[in-house]
């Protein structure tokens, strides 16, 4: 009572919160519960197409019977070192040639001479598939895991390359003469305000270049291996034991999905000014 009136001669109104309601809680929740109906839609379709004999079993099977091959796939004695080995290959892959493109990019944003001389070779790099790479990578760096982190690589070179590229010339022209102005050094300006200003456009082209990563590790155990989630993949195909290669596919699109979080995370983290700037812009 007696803080109420110290309130009120204060001036200060007492605000009562809105009791929240079931349907203010759906509004502001409904694509979640929209991700959850669609999936349930999915696997109910799903379900059915394979119980009713629509499409059969032996291409399409049940997701009950996937769910039952997840134990066996997973407690198969050397699936932790199949695991282990794709994992790897696709950091180690992942790590080689975000640094090249990283390092190519920022050399042709600073010298023109460079990127007119090497950029259509870059170029016509990029244009071949990486697929038909695969059977080369083999016949250089063999069967073991030094072909797969090439192929890796190759996938990991470009999206970074370009998006460092891009992110560096995008600096405004105003904070360049500013930086002029104070006399900073081409280090000093690198370093405070292009290489920020192109992070977030450089954490695009890595969540891009760690899918393709994946998929060309994928690729190369395909083609040769006796290692790795590809071989496991194709083993299980070979052998028609069709919801143990669901199992597989299902936990290298996981794996996938957890690195692309991960990059997702470093992003938020370390680039948290752009954050900020969203906080800011919605307060106003």
């Not at 998006?163 to 000093?188: D, I």
Request: aromatic share 14%.
């Amino acid at each position: 009572m007696v803080e109420a009136g110290l309130n009120r001669e204060a001036g200060t109104p007492q605000r009562k919160e809105a009791p929240r309601t079931l349907g203010a809680h759906l509004r502001k929740n409904h694509h979640y519960y929209l991700s959850v109906l669609l999936f349930i839609a999915f696997l109910t379709t799903w379900h059915l197409l394979s119980a009713l004999g629509i499409v059969h079993e032996i291409i399409l099977p049940r997701p009950s019977a996937i769910a039952m091959a997840f134990p066996e796939v997973i407690e198969h004695p050397l699936f932790k070192w199949h695991m282990t080995f794709t994992l790897l290959s696709i950091l180690v892959g992942f790590f080689f040639g975000g640094g090249i493109g990283f390092a190519l990019g920022v050399l042709f944003a600073f010298s023109e001479r460079w990127r007119k001389t090497l950029y259509p070779y870059v170029l016509g790099f990029q244009s071949t598939p990486r697929v038909i790479l695969a059977p080369l990578m083999i016949a250089w760096f063999g069967f073991g895991p030094e072909s797969k982190i090439a192929q890796a690589t190759i996938g990991c070179f470009f999206p970074v390359f370009l998006n460092t590229l891009v992110g560096l010339a995008l600096v405004e022209e105003n904070a360049l003469k500013l930086m002029r102005s104070l006399r900073a050094t081409p280090w000093q300006t690198f370093r405070m305000l292009r290489f920020p200003y192109a992070l977030p456009t450089i954490f695009a082209g890595l969540k891009v270049s760690l899918t393709f990563a994946t998929i060309g590790v994928i690729v190369a155990e395909f083609v040769a291996t006796e290692y790795g989630l590809g071989y496991e993949l194709t083993r299980y195909h070979v052998e028609l034991a069709i919801p143990q290669m669901y199992a597989v596919i299902i936990i290298v699109g996981l794996l996938g999905l957890v690195l692309y979080l991960g990059i997702e995370w470093l992003d938020k983290k370390i680039v948290f000014w752009r954050a900020e700037d969203d906080v800011q812009s919605k307060l106003r």
